[in-house]
């Protein structure tokens, strides 16, 4: 009896660590078909995705000497919460360096190794 209670509690455990849910701001940037696509054939990156949501991107100050060495310059408010889909930027294998257009600030999007390590750290 002991034995069938600790299976059932492992496969209830289990089924809601592999039940992926939608964020809905997901959807600004993928259509409902791309995003059921993604559930169900790539769920490590909708995991990926989901969690850079609030965590893929941060603003620090323009590194000394560093500056020639940044991929661009953006445009954005930086009293505003960061959506990085908002800004047209995508998670990369590698991280970018955007120089906040107007101050002295980096806008910084984390990589996609970057960003699983954080997941697997965090478990």
């Known amino acids: 009896m002991k034995q069938i209670l600790l ?24 259509s409902p078909t791309e995003l059921a696509d ?18 893929a991107c941060y603003i620090t ?7 020639s060495g940044l991929n661009g310059v953006i445009e954005m408010n930086v009293n505003e919460p960061i ?3 908002a800004l047209g930027l995508e998670i990369q294998k590698t991280n970018q360096y955007l120089r906040i257009a107007g101050t002295d600030k980096v ?3 984390k990589s996609e190794w970057v960003l699983t390590n954080e997941m697997q750290n965090k478990q």
């Open 38 to 55: 993604l559930k169900q054939n790539n769920p490590s990156k909708l995991t990926l995705l989901n969690y850079a949501l609030d965590h």
């Open 7 to 30: 299976f059932t509690l492992f496969l209830s455990a289990s089924s809601l660590a592999f039940s992926q849910e939608i964020d809905a701001r997901l959807s600004k940037r993928y």
């Open 107 to 109: 806008l910084v999007v």
């Open 83 to 85: 959506d990085f889909m």
């Open 61 to 67: 100050d323009v590194p000394k000497g560093k500056e």
